[in-house]
């Protein structure tokens, strides 16, 4: 199996109905297939504990600073005990959501204090500052997206059941935040009118680019 020196995160960011997990887990399908260790991990969630935190979210309605302390704890928690190891030992991370929704989600929709939200942010990110992130913001249409959100098979929790003018919001706060990364290699696809394989193809010719760049062991990181 091919290891990357520090591993590599790949953190998918975007509103319901854009396409986040669905893409997140077909990159990690790709680079298992391709001779990588790639995992999967989403946020809030990681662990038994992270779950549960993530599901005291989701189901029930709370201020926006109780979230974002209980969305800050489950992310130190999924940072600690699972980002931070599987990047030492080399290998590729695909985050489904980090700092950048609470952002959107505790701060711009839920009129949170973002000075807070960012202190947040920073303190249990700071961590990851050695390492290669790379991000990508997928937009989509608020009325495509409301219509995947309703899909068969998709998690319907608080944030999937709110009124299309909220839905444009989030996108919108997205689309703002895009350029306002912690990371040096960011990109915004909006999916609204591109089939599943093209989103896939355009963050994975991304990413190779990344890897190419990177001391790649037990393989090689030759074009």
Do not use: W
């Not at 599901?55 to 600690?80: F, G, H, P, S």
């Not at 990047?87 to 505790?106: A, E, M, P, W």
């Amino acid at each position: 199996m091919k290891r990357l020196e520090n591993g590599l995160l790949v953190i998918l960011e975007g509103g319901e109905g854009a396409g986040k997990t669905t893409q997140a887990k077909a990159l990690v399908d790709y680079y298992n297939n391709n001779g990588y260790i790639a995992k999967y991990l989403r946020e809030p969630g990681g662990d038994k504990l992270a779950e549960d935190i993530r599901n005291l979210i989701l189901y029930n309605d709370m201020d926006a600073t109780t979230e974002t302390l209980m969305m800050a704890a489950a992310r130190n928690i999924n940072v600690q005990n699972n980002i931070l190891p599987a990047l030492k030992d080399g290998n590729i991370v695909i985050l489904d959501r980090f700092t950048k929704s609470t952002l959107v989600y505790q701060g711009i929709l839920g009129n949170g204090d973002m000075d807070f939200i960012n202190a947040c942010n920073d303190k249990v990110a700071s961590v990851l500052k050695d390492y290669d992130v790379m991000e990508f913001t997928l937009l989509c249409d608020p009325e495509v997206a409301i219509k995947r959100a309703a899909s068969d098979g998709h998690e319907r929790n608080k944030f999937d059941v709110l009124p299309l003018e909220k839905y444009k919001k989030i996108n919108d706060a997205y689309d703002s935040l895009c350029t306002d990364s912690l990371y040096r290699n960011y990109f915004m696809i909006n999916t609204s009118n591109l089939m599943r394989y093209e989103v896939l193809r355009k963050m994975i010719q991304q990413i190779d680019y990344t890897i190419r760049m990177k001391v790649v062991y037990g393989g090689t990181n030759e074009d």
